[in-house]
């Protein structure tokens, strides 16, 4: 499992994570900005969760192609 935090403050709603991993990011529709899916939060947390191996490549590669490098991904 990893540990997978998004600056959702910082977001610029530009599509890049929920584009490149959409098994885990989504847009928050009250607010345009980034939010992990609610499987994957933890205490209903849209900015914190953990996420299973089987997603922590393309959780990696969308926090790698964030162009202002709010999402942080711990294992």
């Not at 709603?13 to 991993?21: H, I, K, V, Y």
């Not at 947390?45 to 709010?70: L, M, S, T």
Request: aromatic share 6%; glycine share 6%; net charge negative.
């Amino acid at each position: 499992m990893a540990i997978v935090t998004i600056k959702r403050e910082d977001c610029t709603s530009c599509t890049t994570c929920w584009s490149t991993c959409p098994e885990v990011f989504e847009e928050d529709p009250a607010d345009g900005m980034s939010r992990l899916r609610e499987a994957f939060r933890i205490s209903g947390d849209p900015g914190k969760g953990k996420v299973p191996d089987e997603h922590y490549n393309c959780v990696q590669e969308a926090a790698v192609a964030c162009p202002v490098e709010i999402i942080n991904v711990e294992e």
